[in-house]
């Protein structure tokens, strides 16, 4: 079995900052990719950060000089940190992972979300 799971949101102050953690477990092998989405009820889904297992990372424009995503394969964990936040990066955070099962097996899962609602 594999499993994905975030934590990290809640309030915080605009122009503050909040780190994001994403974590599988189970039999892994390894992960592949993990991204994260947002989305704040009434608008859709939006890809915010992407990060492959060498390195490299793409950001939403929105996210571009602000986020920075990361991953620890040894770990099976990832992050993202989240800084000078705005208002309008409330949402629900959702983390999405592309692993390798321990028989190599493919697994593209989700997480259950959390919230960041950034307010003064």
């Known amino acids: 079995q594999v499993q994905l799971g975030e934590a990290g949101g809640g309030l915080v102050q605009p122009g503050g900052s909040l780190t994001l953690s994403c974590a599988a477990a189970g039999s892994i092998t390894a992960v592949a990719a993990m991204a994260w989405y947002r989305q704040d009820p009434g608008k859709q889904r939006e890809l915010v950060a992407t990060?492959?297992?060498?390195?490299?990372?793409e950001y939403a424009d929105s996210a571009k000089g602000r986020f920075t995503i990361s991953l620890n394969n040894a770990a099976n964990t990832g992050n993202l940190l989240m800084t000078s936040l705005k208002p309008e990066d409330t949402a629900v955070y959702y983390c999405?992972?592309?692993?390798?099962?321990?028989?190599?097996?493919?697994?593209?899962?989700w997480g259950q979300g959390t919230q960041v609602t950034v307010s003064s």
């Open positions: 999405n992972g592309k692993i390798y099962g321990s028989q190599l097996e493919w697994h593209d899962l």
């Open positions: 990060i492959n297992m060498s390195g490299g990372t």
